[in-house]
T-cell receptor, first 113, second 116 residues
Framework: GDSVTQMEGPVTLSEEAFLTINCTYTATGYPSLFWYVQYPGEGLQLLLKATKADDKGSNKGFEATYRKETTSFHLEKGSVQVSDSAVYFCALREGTGRRALTFGSGTRLQVQP | GAGVSQSPSNKVTEKGKDVELRCDPISGHTALYWYRQRLGQGLEFLIYFQGNSAPDKSGLPSDRFSAERTGESVSTLTIQRTQQEDSAVYLC??????????????FGDGTRLSIL
């Protein structure tokens, strides 16, 4: 079955540091890939997505590139801020059939001033 | 505009009781999903409704769990004879997804269920 593996947290960084959160996946077809973010006390929000190989999703300074050859979708940001502190979830959705998301276990990011 | 609305936001109940959770999707969204998020873990798929098609119940963990949706409106998730392992945040999401389209899911704030 489909699965998503994320690096374990928490990840603790200083403000303006470079961020990478690793995500790899296993899927039988050609999935779409997503990053969701959950800020403290808030609901889950879509951060960015990519629907096919070599696509780059970007939003709020975050980027992730769909790498089919390495089955990866790593999240990066060049300079994190305290306001980026949240839990980040990598997810996939198969191209056909059931349209539910398969989520990774989440990575907590803590950015210190 | 209104997002996905879930109620109650918090529910505390005794083991063995039945609970009913409600989800109001975004108007016009044909697809509706229920997920469960246990403490410190990712989201687990429970059930998926798409328009008037038969729901995909493949994620329901036991026959104590059931869900209904009338048309493209409100959905209710019912857990009968609750157990302590049912304690989790139950999240609902909706999308304008169709079989051929690829629209993002919009999540509600969830219902935090605690079984004593």
């Amino acid at each position: 079955g489909d699965s998503v593996t994320q690096m374990e947290g928490p990840v603790t960084l200083s403000e303006e540091a470079f961020l990478t959160i690793n995500c790899t996946y296993t899927a039988t077809g050609y999935p779409s890939l997503f990053w969701y973010v959950q800020y403290p006390g808030e609901g889950l929000q879509l951060l960015l997505k990519a629907t096919k190989a070599d696509d780059k999703g970007s939003n709020k300074g975050f980027e992730a590139t769909y790498r089919k050859e390495t089955t990866s979708f790593h999240l990066e940001k060049g300079s994190v801020q305290v306001s980026d502190s949240a839990v980040y979830f990598c997810a996939l959705r198969e191209g056909t059939g059931r349209r539910a998301l398969t989520f990774g276990s989440g990575t907590r990011l803590q950015v210190q001033p | 505009g209104a997002g996905v609305s879930q109620s109650p936001s918090n529910k505390v109940t005794e083991k063995g009781k039945d609970v009913e959770l409600r989800c109001d999707p975004i108007s016009g969204h044909t697809a509706l999903y229920w997920y469960r998020q246990r403490l410190g873990q990712g989201l687990e798929f429970l059930i998926y409704f798409q328009g008037n098609s038969a729901p995909d119940k493949s994620g329901l963990p036991s026959d104590r769990f059931s869900a209904e949706r009338t048309g493209e409106s409100v959905s209710t998730l019912t857990i009968q004879r609750t157990q302590q392992e049912d304690s989790a945040v139950y999240l609902c999401a909706s999308s304008s997804n169709t079989v051929s389209s690829n629209q993002p899911q919009h999540f509600g704030d969830g219902t935090r269920l605690s079984i004593l």
